[in-house]
């Protein structure tokens, strides 16, 4: 089944304690990105990733750090979390058509908080 | 500034009717529009939309794209319960940038 996955799906943690949020596809997919969502605010973009090795910031990267070694995989990391990184956080990834990125499939979301 | 805008930011229908939602955009290098649906869950995908005046179609839901005046419009026919959701207007513009809109909550009642 094609799909996006994203582990873990709820994280409770603490201000300053390094964690990760791993996000893979099995599409074959060049285009990866994240996003967090926060009330009223829609989707706003962290980071993305053209392609292995090609990465580049979003509207919002501060305190985020991200890496693309594998096709299938774009992990999160948050080196020192504070609690306005709490949010809800989805992974994505798409094709690259002719006129750019094109339809994005999202993984099922990352509820974090930083207490 | 790069933005686009949802309009209304929530609606309330009962089931039947028939709504409009909105997506207006200022975007450099324009390349498409998409729209999406979220449950409580993920987005998932209804359109891409990349030319002016093509109407995409699927069952209730419908379309289009202005390029000239820089909106788009969804519709929805016959509403049901289960088309409640957020919907969310997404724009690619220069090479692969991509921005949503907040997003458009509807509410259809019985």
């Known amino acids: 089944e094609a799909q996006v996955t994203q582990n873990p799906r709820y994280l409770i943690t603490v201000t300053g304690k390094k964690l990760t949020v791993t996000c893979s596809q099995n599409?074959?997919?060049?285009?990866m990105s994240w996003y967090r969502q926060d009330p009223g605010l829609g989707l706003r973009q962290i980071y993305y990733?053209?392609?292995?090795?090609?990465?580049d910031k979003g509207d919002v990267p501060e305190g985020y750090k991200v890496s693309r070694k594998e096709k299938r995989n774009f992990p999160l990391i948050l080196e020192s979390p504070s609690p306005n990184q709490t949010s809800l956080y989805f992974c994505?990834?798409?094709?690259?058509?002719?006129?750019?990125?094109?339809?994005?499939?999202f993984g099922p979301g990352t509820r974090l908080t930083v207490t | 500034e790069d933005k686009v805008v949802q309009s209304p930011l929530s609606l309330v229908v009962h089931e039947g009717d028939t709504v409009t939602l909105n997506c207006s955009y200022e975007?450099?290098?324009?390349?498409?529009l998409l729209w999406y649906k979220q449950e409580k869950k993920a987005p998932t995908f209804l359109f891409m939309l990349?030319?002016?005046?093509i109407e995409k179609k699927s069952g209730r839901l419908s379309s289009i794209l202005d390029k000239k005046e820089l909106f788009s419009i969804l519709n929805i026919t016959a509403t049901q319960t289960g088309d409640s959701a957020i919907y969310l207007c997404?724009?690619?513009?220069?090479?692969?940038?991509?921005?949503f809109g907040a997003g458009t909550r509807l509410t259809v009642k019985p």
């Open positions: 994505a990834s798409s094709l690259i058509r002719s006129l750019g990125v094109g339809e994005q499939y």
């Open positions: 599409m074959n997919h060049e285009y």
């Open positions: 975007v450099t290098n324009f390349r498409s």
């Open positions: 990733s053209m392609n292995v090795e090609v990465t």
């Open positions: 997404a724009v690619g513009y220069n090479n692969n940038d991509m921005r």
């Open positions: 990349t030319s002016s005046g």
